[in-house]
């Protein structure tokens, strides 16, 4: 019998399918496993080339086969697509992922440990609950429109509002009213805490981190930024330059070319959504900062004069995650170029 050389492996959640072939690929092996199964059948199989697609558990399994000495390979769900050849099922997507992972131009996604998925995991964690209060605020606002109380605008000012639900002296709020925006104040503040607490983590963490420090030296990285780039991105080495690296971030134009006409769209927003936010948010403050001041970059000076706020927040924005990609590959820390007086420039 020949040796299996390449295993297609399809994830699910308790039936897995494999696809094997041999060198010349003769197909030599294709059936289903269950979940308890997969482990004891790598165990056994030979070292191989294992090709799976990143979804999720997909780096457990990746981290967990190739323990066993096998070579595993993970690949974007989107570039295996085009390799199945008609119809959906479990057999057709294994077939599927054991071709799509021998191509030569195949880009491959670095399979992370378990430290640095737990670090991801505390920056979604954050999200979630600034995203659960962020609609918890919102709902407060509403419901007090309607009884005519407003506050200025800003998280900030939502304190004023919880102040007059927990006034019970103030006559302009019904009981059943009160106690229903009790509930809501309250938790806001729960989520504030809670925020409070894996923030104070994050930067704790950042402090002790010798790379989010150099990172945070950039005009528009926070410690937040800097550990969402060292969870989301653990082998920045993969990429060729930092203009891949922004590519990869979706901070570049979109191109609808053909015929040797080239069209260059809205940016297009391929990347990890998290930390491209976290750039353009560092990139809008910065921004603010720079108009009206006289020391102020030149280039952002003359961005601002040209295009419109948004679109020079996202070029700064690029232009950082090229910063953020020199920096991890080739050390150092970020240099401010002083600013030039009109007359010099």
């Known amino acids: ?28 092996i294709n059936r ?63 077939e599927a992922i054991s071709e799509a992972v021998t191509r030569k131009s195949m880009r491959f996604v670095p399979i992370k440990s378990a430290e640095q998925q737990a670090a991801s995991m505390m920056l979604k964690t954050r999200t979630l609950l600034v995203s659960q209060k962020t609609q918890a605020i919102n709902a407060l606002r509403a419901h007090l429109s309607e009884l005519g109380i407003i506050a200025a605008v800003g998280a900030g000012k939502v304190a004023t509002l919880i102040e007059i639900v927990r006034d019970e002296a103030d006559g302009r709020l019904p009981r059943a009213a009160r106690l229903a925006l009790m509930e809501i104040a309250d938790q806001i503040e729960t989520l504030t805490r809670q925020i409070e607490k894996l923030e104070r ?31 989301f991105v653990p082998d920045p080495a993969a990429f060729r330059s930092g203009r891949h690296f922004a590519a990869w971030l979706g901070l570049t134009p979109k191109p609808h070319s053909s015929g040797g006409k080239e069209r260059l769209g809205r940016i297009s927003k391929m990347g990890n959504p998290m930390l491209r936010s976290l750039l353009v948010v560092g990139a809008t403050s910065v921004l603010r900062h720079a108009r009206g001041k006289a020391n102020a970059s030149q280039w952002l000076i003359g961005l601002l004069a040209r295009r419109p706020f948004k679109v020079a927040a996202v070029a700064l924005a690029n232009k950082m995650a090229r910063i953020i990609w020199a920096l991890l590959v080739k050390g150092g820390i970020y240099r401010k170029v002083e600013a030039m007086s009109p007359a010099s420039a």
């Open 1 to 28: 019998m020949k040796q299996i050389t390449i295993i297609g492996l399809d994830l699910a959640k308790q039936i897995f399918q494999i696809h094997g072939v041999d060198a010349e690929g003769n197909v030599i």
């Open 32 to 94: 289903k496993l269950r979940r308890a199964e997969v482990l004891r059948f790598f165990e056994k199989t030979p070292p191989c080339l294992v090709g799976i697609e990143a979804c999720g558990s997909a780096h457990y399994w990746a981290r967990e086969i190739a323990a066993l000495g096998h070579d595993v390979r993970m690949m974007p769900p989107a570039y295996v697509k085009p390799f199945v050849k008609r119809g959906k099922t479990d057999a057709a997507d294994a």
């Open 201 to 231: 983590e994050v930067v704790a963490e950042a402090r002790r981190d010798a790379d989010m420090r150099r990172l945070a030296t950039i005009p528009g990285v926070g410690a937040i930024t800097a550990a969402a780039t060292k969870a």
